[in-house]
């Protein structure tokens, strides 16, 4: 998948928010009106950081043509929302504007979902996901790969795919940031994406074979059985990984030191299981993300959408001097259109 990011500072970027949405819509597979639909719901969001918190983040993520999803995450750190289902309202405005926003949201995507905590900000999460036969699924997992500032590419990425009750988790942080770190984590991503299947053990030493003419990759493989309540885990290098219970308490995962296709620093692999009970949620990132957040203090987050969860984390715990790929996977309820 794809993601970037716009600064929403200014009224002249909300127009490159609705630019980008638009190229990327479009680029996914959606068809004319679908496109003229995202461009809607960018532009609706990236005003609301404006009017509402003077500015925040646009994020966008396209899964690509195969998958034909888009998502648009809009986040902020002005006051919250006193009332979400207020605001989710036609003709309800604290902002002295029409009140449309995110009723038009709402009307537009197959998905609308908004977090929301006093003073901490607010954070809206807008999925397109058209199918054919009109059915829809929620993911299980979801998440962003965002570059560090003044970089075109990012250097860290990450994929999943669901089969049935299964999922399986790829997170890659290549060496140093730009064009050569892209090139090694995008190896791993296109060698995950040909071996479905294989154990975490097996797709790490799988992936360091395949990594050897590029600078390297830190790699973190994940197996999730929904059904059995089971998380297996391999990591080399520094991916972190955290299983937070239903109760709040955190267990993170255990990941070796090295490198994935530099043999010097390559140890033996280990493959690692844990418990994931229903109501768990597993979260793994780069170490452009620190490490000291706790879910805990978020109540209600983790019942939301993946991809909203990662936002809220990448917002609130980004380094700033480093690429930043947050991914959350878990079983969620599917009912309820907003949180917070």
């Given at each position: ?36 639909q ?69 009307r537009?995507?197959t ?16 999925e ?22 003044g970089e ?38 296109e ?39 089971e ?33 010097v ?31 805990s ?9 993946p ?9 609130d715990?980004k380094?700033?001097?480093?690429d ?17």
């Open positions: 998948m794809i993601s970037r990011q716009v600064l929403v500072e200014e009224q002249s970027q909300v127009a490159e928010g609705r630019r980008v949405a638009a190229g990327m819509a479009s680029d996914g597979g959606f068809n004319e009106t679908e496109v003229g995202v461009s809607i719901v960018a532009t609706e969001l990236a005003t609301n950081l404006l009017k509402h918190a003077r500015g925040g983040e646009l994020l966008l993520i396209s899964w690509g043509e195969r998958q034909r999803r888009l998502e648009i995450v809009a986040l902020d750190k002005g006051p919250g929302m006193a009332d979400v289902r207020q605001c989710l309202e036609d003709g309800y405005s604290t902002a002295g504007s029409t009140g449309s926003g995110l009723g038009a949201v709402l537009l995507a998905r609308l979902e908004v977090y929301t905590a006093p003073q901490k900000g607010t954070t809206a999460f807008a397109f996901h058209p199918a054919p036969n009109g059915t829809w699924a929620r993911a299980a997992a979801g998440g962003l790969s965002i570059p560090i500032r075109q590419v990012c250097g860290d990425a990450w994929d999943a795919r669901q089969d049935g009750d299964t999922v399986e988790l790829l997170v890659a942080d290549g060496l140093g940031h730009g064009p050569g770190a892209a090139e090694a984590s995008g190896a791993a991503v060698i995950f994406r040909r071996h479905p299947g294989l154990a975490p053990k097996d797709m790490v030493e799988t992936i360091h074979q395949g990594l050897q003419k590029t600078r390297g990759a830190a790699i973190g493989a994940a197996r999730i059985d929904l059904a059995g309540g998380l297996r885990f391999a990591g080399v290098g520094n991916t972190s990984g955290v299983i937070v219970g239903r109760d709040g308490r955190q267990h993170s995962v255990l990941s070796h030191n090295g490198t994935a296709g530099m043999a620093v390559m140890r033996t692999v280990q493959e690692y299981a844990y418990p994931f009970p229903e109501g768990a949620v597993a979260i793994f990132h780069s170490d452009g993300l620190a490490t000291h957040w706790n879910l203090a978020y109540p209600g987050l983790g019942n939301c959408h991809t909203l969860l990662a936002a809220v984390l990448y917002r715990f380094r700033g001097r480093d930043v790929t947050v991914v959350s996977v878990g079983r969620r309820s599917a009912n309820a259109d907003a949180g917070g």
